[in-house]
């Protein structure tokens, strides 16, 4: 008998979320967008009836009660400010910029002035750290100057104090989201998953660029739905010794779940066992430096995505 999964309306409603770093500058394909592209996916997703809400908006549950989409911008490069802004406010799409304040002012960086100006439209200003360090990279102190410094410094230059962080290419560790907990209200990486509030400190954002910049991409990105409540071990993203065993459990029958697990040398091989409610995932080598992804989907009634990435060192 097939049970209704839906426990709340937010299981059933896809409130997710886009990232996009660089606008029509060709020479960066990985992180660059397109015009055209850009155009082809605010058009889609209007079309489709999503709501274009904030990523701080994500945060009120009473908020997410139709289906929307919150687009986000790291590192303020000037091909934002040039080209991306402008279609943004013609699509009436509100952004949320997260900002690491060292390269301000730098070669194809946005100045002070221009972020004063892109707030006055209306784009929410965010927290990515100062020198754009790896987190996991760094000890506790020098974390904790990366946020202090970017704070100050958007404090006294455009007034205001942010509290949503994202994670420098989305890497973390579990010391370094404890410390960000302490200044921020959420935080985001730069892996590919439906949103849940069920990890405020590591929400996933589907990354967007010209490889990865199809309708079908977006299709996807838009409208794929959280799982209830997946823990997944180990919980640290950030591990010093790779190992071949994890441990994904979904709290809910989890014989019907696909996991695609990859790193930079490829994807993975792998033997899942199913255990009720968990899958036991033994890879067929140990993954290498650098970052380690899952990507767990099942199809029931729509397509449920739940994303994890770990920085091995
Ligand atoms: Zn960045």
């Known amino acids: ?25 060709i020479k960066y394909p990985s992180t660059n967008i397109r015009k055209e592209q850009l155009v082809s996916h605010l058009t889609y997703l209007k079309d489709q009836g999503f709501k274009f809400i904030l990523v701080k908006d994500l945060l009120f549950p009473d908020k997410l009660q139709e289906k929307s989409i919150s687009i986000t911008i790291d590192d303020a490069y000037l091909s934002f ?28 960086y946005m100045s002070w002035g221009q972020l004063k100006d892109a707030l006055n439209r209306g784009v929410d200003i965010q927290n990515h750290t100062h020198s754009h ?3 996991p990279t760094l000890n506790e102190l020098e974390i904790v100057n990366e946020i202090e410094k970017s704070q100050k410094l958007i404090l006294e230059n455009l007034g205001i104090t942010p509290n949503l962080f994202a994670y420098p290419f989305g890497e973390n560790s579990s010391t370094a989201q404890k410390i960000v907990s302490q200044y921020f209200d959420a935080a985001f990486g730069q892996h590919s998953g439906a949103f849940s509030i069920n990890q ?93 992804r899952f990507n767990c989907t099942k199809v029931n ?7 994890y990435q770990y920085l091995i060192n």
């Open 1 to 25: 008998m097939n049970t209704s999964y839906a426990t709340s309306v937010n299981d059933t409603i896809p409130n997710n979320i886009l990232m996009y770093h660089r606008f029509d500058e």
């Open 81 to 108: 400010y040039e080209v991306g802004l402008p279609v943004f406010e013609k699509f009436k799409v509100p952004i949320t910029l997260f900002l690491n304040t060292e390269n301000i002012g730098g070669q194809n």
């Open 133 to 135: 360090s790896s987190l």
């Open 200 to 292: 405020k400190y590591f929400i996933p954002r589907f990354p967007l660029n010209e490889n990865y910049g199809s309708i079908d991409r977006i299709k996807d990105a838009s409208s794929v739905l959280p799982f209830k409540n997946v823990e997944i071990q180990p919980r640290n993203p950030y591990q010093i010794k790779p190992i071949t065993r994890y441990v994904l459990d979904f709290q809910e029958d989890a014989s019907n779940i696909n996991c695609f697990i990859s790193d930079f040398q490829g994807s993975f091989n792998q033997t899942s066992t199913n255990l009720n409610s968990k899958l036991l995932i033994e890879l067929n080598r140990l993954p290498v430096k650098g970052r380690l």
């Open 301 to 307: 009634n729509g397509i449920f995505w739940f994303g």
